[in-house]
């Protein structure tokens, strides 16, 4: 008898994947996920030292939450990975402001006004034209530049927001709100077949995408049933957020969602401040009211792109903060309801109080 000879196949060799500096410094110590060095191979630079600086910033701790995104970004559920990428672009966007990490060049101010003597504002509805007709060479990418618009418009180195898809183009931002004010996002932005995109209804897409920022702000922050906040509001004005959905977000921050109701409830109770959709937080402002309120905010420092966030502080702090709120707000109140006397009487004349023994 032979013995029969054994046959066998090398062992294919393993191959590890090469994971990114960024990837090793952001999960030190952590096993890195599946499809997170994919996911973050498409974070630009200024993405991922945005990430590693607001680390660095706020704390080792916050490094949990951008693994989450990341993760979730990566994750084979198609609405669990929209939604972290709606979550991640809002943090980076929020870091990039706080740590100075917006390239100048990439400012709306200075491609609008680069090279330019004549600083009066754009023809934006000109612009938008010479985007469409191919006149004018649209941006590589597309972002969500609607607080860097608001800015502009607030500062008058804008007549307005943009209105139609090719206008959104020229300023490089995805999202605008259209002629009857319904906000608008374009998709499919440089693609063989839509170079210039399309466009369909933000509300729409929540149930698709998983919630937007804003409206899981409301949600998180509304005690009860919407009672109808953004219902008959009058054309040409807005319905404002007395206290500002992503001011009282930052309060909150590092709070979960039970500690979160207990906290509005005090603050309802005893400062008689009301928050998210809560109808008590309305104020149906006309435009240009709305406008000088928020510059006077910006002043005060309740600008939530600067606000500082309440991770780890204290209840006491929390506290602290919400009254001096109330007392600011008060004294807000009190020149708003001046403006808006002027603007439909076109004077504010207090009538003297008399006093009676």
Do not use: C
């Amino acid at each position: 008898m032979v013995a029969g000879k054994l046959l066998t196949k090398a062992a294919a060799p393993v191959v590890e994947e090469v994971v990114s500096p960024f990837v090793k410094r952001l999960f030190k110590g952590v096993k890195v996920p599946t499809n997170v060095n994919k996911v973050a191979s498409n974070l630009n630079k200024i993405d991922q030292k945005t990430i590693l600086s607001s680390i660095k910033q706020e704390g080792p701790e916050l490094s949990k939450g951008w693994q989450n995104m990341l993760t979730n970004a990566g994750s084979d559920n198609v609405e669990v990975r929209l939604a972290a990428f709606e979550e991640l672009e809002g943090s980076l966007k929020r870091f990039r402001s706080e740590s100075k990490l917006i390239q100048k060049e990439n400012r709306i101010e200075d491609i609008l006004y680069k090279d330019a003597k004549d600083t009066r504002p754009p023809d934006l509805a000109q612009m938008g034209k010479e985007v469409e007709a191919g006149l004018r060479e649209a941006p590589k990418e597309l972002t969500d530049r609607t607080e860097e618009i608001d800015d502009l418009v607030t500062r008058g180195l804008l007549d307005r927001k943009p209105e139609t898809r090719f206008e959104a183009i020229f300023l490089g931002t995805d999202k605008f709100d259209d002629p009857k004010d319904i906000n608008r996002m374009i998709r499919q932005f440089r693609t063989d077949n839509k170079p210039l995109g399309r466009t369909e209804q933000t509300i729409l897409r929540p149930q698709q995408r998983g919630m937007t920022v804003r409206l899981g702000r409301e949600g998180k922050l509304t005690l009860g049933e919407d009672e109808g906040f953004y219902l008959k509001t009058p054309k040409g004005s807005h319905a404002h957020h007395w206290n500002p959905l992503a001011v009282m977000d930052k309060v909150v921050e590092g709070m979960s969602p039970k500690q979160v109701k207990s906290f509005i409830k005090y603050i309802e109770k005893e400062l008689g401040i009301f928050s998210g959709n809560h109808i008590g937080n309305l104020r149906q402002l006309p435009e240009g009211i709305h406008k000088m309120l928020h510059r006077r905010l910006e002043e005060l420092g309740y600008n939530p792109t600067t606000l500082q966030s309440f991770v780890g502080a204290s209840l006491s702090q929390r506290k602290a903060f919400m009254k001096k709120l109330k007392l600011d707000f008060d004294k807000l109140e009190k020149e708003i309801f001046q403006e808006m006397m002027v603007a439909k009487h076109g004077q504010y004349n207090p009538q003297p109080q008399w006093q009676t023994y």
